[in-house]
């Protein structure tokens, strides 16, 4: 028996660029999720009182992080509310990852502010949030998350690449999915930006212009995270740590910088595809679905290409899938929570066990 489920996804990444709004259609047949159409969305910009508040969220007392987590729950919950009414939908339930302000798996921190239960008040919708911390609570890295959501809908692609404020990916390997954060993205190259007035690096033209400052890549290249197995998972207090501390050392133009640190990435990614390509698909043609903000960067994503094996081809999909992809998939977890299906993999966390995961606010009622 077929069934179909209207469901908001919210999806607010670590490169601040907005509240990612995704109002999607599931087909699920039996057990399974066997379709999606993506109905409408929308990116809502931070207002500059909130990002200002968010980009130093990290150095925050407790009683600041509540409050924080109060007004962005009300911010996020009146922008929900208005894009319901814009656009004239009545879905059944809301799936909200917040906005990640740490995350320290092996101390078993983790948190993601905007509060759920203040979401719900506001839209009257139930909303499944907090989809980290049952994963951490055993033993997981409780990231990445979305590798659930690329096995059930990208199953015609042997990787799955994120360019989002982290690079991580996610592949099957003898049908056991596995995933893993694989380096700093555009957290470092919009950081780069911001020093030459622009939000970002359209097309990645200023990394276009520079040249290699070999020391820095030399320095980036010994970064030990890279020699650890996988599963593996990076926050932004270890992209400050690792990576933008790194780069305050170095007094080179900007271009320079920005060159280095695209090559860095391109380097890093395809080692990755590479290996993995070589050790488990062998000689067959591998396709990568490459999504997030990074796949507009044709610099990043030409430099990457060169270096891959002639079978491995990168896929940029169009723009809805692009931008909206995690806010897709968060909706679909939040659809698998609700049901009491599994949502988070122990072969991509490294937790006790898959969990359905996520808390509840407000009453669910949907057709089992």
């Not at 081809?313 to 049901?339: C, N, Q, T, W």
């Amino acid at each position: 028996m077929q069934q179909k489920y209207i469901v908001i996804g919210l999806m607010s990444g670590t490169s601040l660029d907005g509240l990612d709004i995704a109002c999607c259609e599931f087909i699920k047949t039996g057990d399974s999720v066997t379709g999606y159409n993506i109905i409408n969305t929308e990116t809502k910009t931070y207002p500059d009182y909130l990002k200002k508040r968010l980009e130093q969220a990290i150095n925050f007392s407790k009683d600041e992080l509540e409050r924080l987590d109060t007004d962005l729950g009300n911010w996020m919950g009146e922008a929900t509310a208005a894009f319901l009414s814009t656009h004239h939908l009545k879905p059944e339930l809301i799936a909200s990852h917040g906005h990640t302000v740490f995350h320290k798996p092996a101390q078993k921190l983790t948190m993601q502010i905007g509060n759920g239960i203040i979401i719900y008040k506001i839209t009257g919708l139930p909303v499944v949030y907090d989809f980290r911390t049952l994963d951490i609570e055993l033993g997981g890295q409780g990231a990445p998350l979305v590798p659930v959501g690329d096995q059930m809908l990208f199953k015609d692609y042997e990787f799955c690449l994120n360019l989002g404020g982290i690079a991580n990916v996610s592949f099957s390997e003898n049908g056991v999915r596995k995933a893993f954060d694989i380096c700093a993205c555009n957290i470092v190259f919009n950081h780069l930006a911001s020093q030459k007035g622009k939000t970002y690096d359209e097309n990645g033209y200023i990394a276009a212009s520079g040249k290699p400052v070999l020391l820095f890549e030399e320095a980036l290249a010994a970064i030990d995270y890279y020699k650890m197995p996988y599963p593996k998972s990076i926050g932004r207090e270890w992209v400050d740590e690792e990576v933008l501390h790194l780069l305050s050392a170095y007094k080179e133009p900007t271009e320079n910088l920005m060159h280095t640190y695209a090559l860095h990435v391109a380097d890093v990614i395809a080692n990755v595809f590479n290996s993995i390509a070589k050790n488990v698909f062998a000689c067959k043609r591998c396709r990568v679905l490459v999504t997030g903000g990074g796949a507009y960067n044709k610099h990043l994503i030409d430099e990457t290409q060169k270096r891959c094996f002639e079978n491995i081809e990168l896929v940029v999909p169009d723009k809805s899938l692009v931008d909206y992809k995690e806010a897709l998939i968060f909706g679909l977890m939040g659809l698998l929570r609700v049901h009491n299906q599994v949502n988070c993999l122990k072969s991509v966390t490294g937790a006790q066990r898959d969990t359905s995961s996520g808390r509840i606010a407000g009453s669910v009622v949907l057709s089992l």
